[in-house]
């Protein structure tokens, strides 16, 4: 079965289990079950106390008076397709250096995004930006991993982790030096983020059960945010006119990946959001 018919496959499951990140959480699980097996969390846990150095993450997007823009680094996603199988991480690391971005995202899954931990090491070296590992990260060996792995940051999704379990992942990424963004898509997810004590929160516009977008998601959601809590628009973000329309809302961070990714000029574009 070739690779690029796996998106295809993936969109019918979904479609008959009617709940796409039920089958990326359930994978995930799996995988993990693997990985532990290879190697126990607690060899993990030991080699995440040498210390290295972590990059500014939290503190590049807290300048408000500055449009902030997390540049993603992606291949493929199941609603999409294939995006850019064969990008250069280090080529575009170093572009979106150039063009201005305050940070890079690069999604690490490899069954349903075709990323890779290589794709991250590579674009790590690459730039001297703080780096975000994006994954679908469900336990603290994940973040013991993306500790090893050289990530500045983490995503921790607020849909797919209890209360109790966003607390504990966010306190210990904290005691790892790194930064959390917290992601979510609903007034519930907020409040599970608020209550875990995240600071950085994402609103992601992209509903990761169905997979449709609506780029007002985090228009409607910001007044939530008290003067403490930095947000993060992500998806949908293609336009300058959608920066502006955001910006009028009081979100100056965003988390854009595919429209950078397809862009014929990547520095141009990325300078052009910017602005």
């Known amino acids: ?27 995930k ?27 500014p993450f939290y503190e590049s997007l807290k300048n408000a008076d500055n449009i902030n823009v997390i540049a993603e680094i992606k291949r493929a996603s199941p609603s999409k397709g294939d995006i850019c199988l064969n990008l250069d991480p280090q080529k575009m690391a170093r572009d979106y250096e150039k063009g201005g971005a305050c940070a890079i995202s690069v999604l690490t899954d490899e069954k349903f995004f075709k990323g890779s931990f290589n794709d991250f090491i590579l674009a ?58 917290v992601e979510i898509n609903s007034t519930h997810d907020f409040e599970k983020a608020v209550h875990a004590g995240a600071r950085l929160i994402g609103i992601n516009n992209r509903n990761l059960n169905s997979f449709d977008t609506d780029i007002t998601t985090s228009t409607r959601l910001i007044p939530l945010f008290n003067k ?16 502006d329309r955001t910006c009028k809302a009081g979100i100056f961070n965003f988390l854009i990946g595919e429209s950078l990714v397809k862009a014929d000029n990547t520095i141009t574009f990325l300078k052009s959001l910017i602005r």
Do not use: W
Not at 4 to 14: A, K, T
Not at 38 to 49: G, R, Y
């Open 1 to 27: 079965m070739t690779s690029s018919l796996l998106p295809g496959i993936i969109l019918r499951e979904y479609k008959m289990k009617k709940d796409f990140l039920k089958i990326i959480v359930e994978q």
């Open 228 to 243: 403490d809590q930095i947000a993060v628009a992500a998806s949908g973000i293609s336009s300058r006119k959608d920066i």
């Open 29 to 55: 699980q799996m995988e993990l079950e693997i990985l532990k097996k290879k190697k126990p969390e607690h060899l993990l846990c030991s080699e995440s106390q040498n210390i290295r150095e972590i990059r």
């Open 124 to 181: 790590r070296k690459a730039t001297s930006l703080p780096i975000l590992r994006k994954d679908f990260i469900i336990s603290s060996y994940q973040v013991y991993e993306s500790y090893l792995l050289g990530a500045d940051a983490i995503l921790l999704i607020a849909k797919i982790l209890s209360q109790e379990q966003l607390k504990d992942l966010l306190v210990l990424t904290h005691e790892l030096k790194m930064s959390a963004l």
